[in-house]
């Protein structure tokens, strides 16, 4: 059944927006808030308890880094701050700024702080500047001469220099979710004064193929409001009016980082769904299969090990099956050792004692084996005494000789201690049965 839906009642934008020529301001600059209280998605920080509701109150800013994906407000919020604070706002874009660009902006919010206005300087994209860039806000911070809001779709710990950051409060920006969208579209409505010509289950995937986007969402229903139609659109029929938004996913970035992390902790945690669904998104997005490939042999290794010797071998088995079959056919190998990692018995024994072997070896130097396991091929070592006193472990009852092969002064370690599951049951059993020998050896000795 097709259904439209009634208006809200908002009553949200200022006189001077509604008096200005609606048609010729795109939906997303029009429904552009005008209070921080209109803001969507981001109560954590616009509350009265959250970050920057306590600024307002306080009537002080910081400077900030804003942290979240597109169309989240950033924009909007750094406006709203500096109305709310009585900040003169100045903006610039890191993608077309450059430092003669800076300098004028500089030299003028020295100007206007003479003049006792302070300036909030908003750099959207900030992440784009370089180092030596980046470094040139640092004294006009220090100074006061500006309070620097940044916006950031990036990890500011990877992004922004450590010297910058020191010097900013980090504020998390949510994606909005199938709520906050859903009020934008009602906004939308208002504005419009007519409802969007969905039924339902197009009204779910509009906002579903949004992906937190409030700013591509409403780019969408501006395109739907400008079609002249009696009839409501189903998902199919929608599907040939909007374009399809790609996947928010940058293979240097952080979409790669925390897609191929959730991969990684889904198959240690053993879910197989959840694996497939990382593998996925990451293969949607264009991510190079070989990658994935190398991670999963390293998973097979860190995260597996000895519990079950066949993992590696099916990764490998999966490479050398997508080599030859190629995209997308061989993705379904990539798919197979996948759910076989994921499913098969954990155990980082290896790489755990891996680390500790490496930490021993760089602290004890360079100290000798003991010299019944070294080799004697001249007259000189034998008389020196290498070789002296070895039992080869063939011809020793149970092939077990249980020498010493730790050398002088270095105390025998445990690194290697296999967990209860999967294959590596059986080498704790057998490591057990030699141990057993190896101190009966010695008592009888």
């Given amino acids: 059944m097709n259904d439209f839906f009634s208006l809200p009642n908002l009553d949200f934008i200022s006189k ?78 890191a993608i077309f700024s450059g430092v003669a660009d800076l300098k004028k902006i500089f030299v003028k ?37 500006i309070i620097l809001v940044g916006a950031t779709t990036e990890n500011p710990s990877f992004a922004l220099n450590a010297a910058l950051l020191s010097r900013a409060q980090v504020l998390i920006l949510n994606r909005l979710d199938e709520g906050a969208l859903e009020q934008l579209l009602k906004r939308a409505e208002s504005v419009k004064k007519c409802p969007l010509p969905l039924d339902r289950a197009a009204r779910k995937a509009l906002i579903f193929s949004a992906d ?9 229903a501006e395109i739907l409001f400008s079609i002249k139609t009696d009839k409501a659109f189903t998902p199919d029929r929608l599907a040939f009016f909007l374009q399809k938004r790609m996947a928010s996913y940058d293979k240097d970035r952080d979409g790669h980082y925390n897609l191929i992390s959730a991969l990684h902790k889904s198959v240690r945690g053993s879910d197989p769904q959840a694996a497939l669904y990382y593998l996925s998104r990451m293969l949607v997005a ?27 071998e099916q990764c490998l088995a999966a490479k050398q099956a997508y080599e030859f079959l190629g ?96 294959y590596e049951k059986h080498l704790a059993e057998r490591l057990a049965y030699w141990s057993d020998l190896r101190q009966k050896r010695k008592n009888k000795g």
């Fill in 327 to 422: 995209s997308p056919e061989g993705e379904l190998a990539i798919a197979q050792a996948c759910v076989y990692l994921a499913t098969a018995p954990k155990s980082n024994a290896i790489y755990k004692a891996y680390k500790q072997s490496m930490k021993l070896a760089k602290e004890s130097g360079s100290v000798m084996p003991p010299p019944n396991i070294l080799n004697a091929p001249t007259d000189l070592m034998k008389k020196s005494g290498y070789g002296e006193g070895y039992h080869y472990d063939h011809d020793q009852p149970d092939a077990f000789s249980g020498d010493n092969y730790w050398p002088e002064g270095l105390p025998p370690e445990v690194f290697y201690q296999p967990v209860s599951r999967g």
């Fill in 109 to 145: 919010a020295q100007n206007c702080r003479a003049q006792g206005q302070q300036t909030l300087l908003f750099i959207d994209e900030i992440h784009r500047f370089n180092r030596s860039q980046q470094d040139s806000f640092l004294p006009y911070v220090e100074d006061g001469t």
């Fill in 212 to 220: 937190g986007d409030g700013r591509f969402l409403l780019n969408q």
């Fill in 16 to 93: 001077t927006d509604k008096n200005q020529p609606e048609a010729k301001r795109p939906l997303a600059d029009l429904l552009r808030p005008v209070t921080l209280s209109e803001v969507i998605g981001q109560t954590h920080l616009t509350s009265d308890e959250g970050a920057i509701g306590r600024m307002v109150a306080a009537g002080y800013l910081s400077s900030l880094i804003l942290w979240g994906p597109p169309g989240t407000g950033k924009t909007s919020l750094a406006r709203l701050l500096a109305k709310a604070v009585s900040l003169r706002f100045e903006m610039a874009s």
């Fill in 286 to 312: 264009g991510e190079d299969p070989l990658y994935l490939l190398r991670r999963l042999v390293r998973i097979a290794n860190e995260d597996i090990g000895l519990a079950d010797p066949r993992a590696v």
